[in-house]
C-alpha cells in the first residue's frame, strides 16, 4: 500500500498515512483521464452559436427579375445562400457538446488522476486545515510552510468558507470540498493538497 508522510499546517511531519490501494495506488488509465477531461470541457461549452436558414432571413419575398428574358441568371429571392447578406448553409445552430461517461468511468478516472500524483509524490496530506478567520496572508503562510509556490488544488473533506474566501485572492490556489473534486483541476494542479480527512472521505467515495 501507499504510504505518504502528514505534515501540520507548518510543515513539520507528524506522522505517515497509507493510502487505499485501489483508489490512490493503481495503475494510471490515460485513456480513460484523457475522456473525463474532454467530457468535463465539452460541458462547459455554451453553444449558443446560431446562424440563419434560408427560411429565417428577413426580406427576399420578391422574386428579383424575371425568369427569362434578362440575361442574367435565375434567381428566386436576394436572400438565397449564394447572394451576399443571404442564409448560411450548413452553419452552427445552438446545440449541447457535452457528453456523459458511465459513473465506473468517471470513478477510474478521478483514481488514476489521484494515483498518478502519488506516484509523483505531488499529494501533500495535511493533519489539519482550520483558519480563525479568513484572511489572505494566514493561507499565504501556510502555503509557504508547505513549500508551494504553484498551482495548487486544496481539497478538504467538507466545504470550509473560511479556507475557500482565505484562497480565492491567491493566484493558482484553488479550493474544493471531495463532493466537488474534478478530473480535470486535478490534473491542471501542479500540487494536491488534501486534509486527512478528505484523504478519507475519498477513499470512502472510490473505493
Do not use: C
Not at 100 to 126: D, F, G, H, M, T
Not at 195 to 204: I, S
Amino acid at each position: 500500500m501507499p504510504k505518504v508522510q502528514v505534515v501540520n499546517m507548518q510543515g513539520s511531519p507528524v506522522g505517515e498515512l497509507e493510502l487505499d490501494e485501489y483508489v490512490f495506488g493503481i495503475e494510471p488509465n490515460t485513456h480513460v483521464m484523457h475522456q473525463a477531461v474532454v467530457g468535463q470541457l465539452a460541458s462547459q461549452r455554451r453553444g449558443t452559436h446560431s446562424t440563419l436558414l434560408r427560411g429565417e432571413v428577413r426580406g427576399g419575398g420578391r422574386k428579383p427579375w424575371r425568369q427569362k428574358g434578362t440575361g442574367r441568371a435565375r434567381a428566386g429571392s436576394i436572400r438565397s445562400p449564394l447572394w451576399r447578406g443571404g442564409a448560411v448553409l450548413f452553419g452552427p445552430k445552438p446545440r449541447k457538446y457535452g457528453f456523459s461517461l458511465p459513473k465506473k468511468v468517471r470513478r477510474l478516472a478521478l483514481r488514476s488522476a489521484l494515483s498518478s500524483k502519488v506516484n509523483e509524490q505531488k499529494l501533500i496530506v495535511l493533519e489539519d486545515l482550520s483558519l480563525n478567520e479568513a484572511k489572505t496572508r494566514e493561507m499565504v503562510k501556510v502555503l509557504q510552510a508547505l513549500n508551494v509556490s504553484k498551482k495548487a488544488l486544496i481539497v478538504t473533506d467538507e466545504f470550509m468558507e473560511t479556507i475557500e474566501r482565505s484562497a480565492r485572492n491567491i493566484a493558482g490556489i484553488k479550493t474544493t470540498a471531495v463532493e466537488g473534486m474534478t478530473i480535470y483541476d486535478l490534473l491542471n494542479s501542479d500540487v494536491i493538497v488534501m486534509t486527512k480527512a478528505a484523504v478519507t472521505k475519498t477513499e470512502e467515495v472510490l473505493a
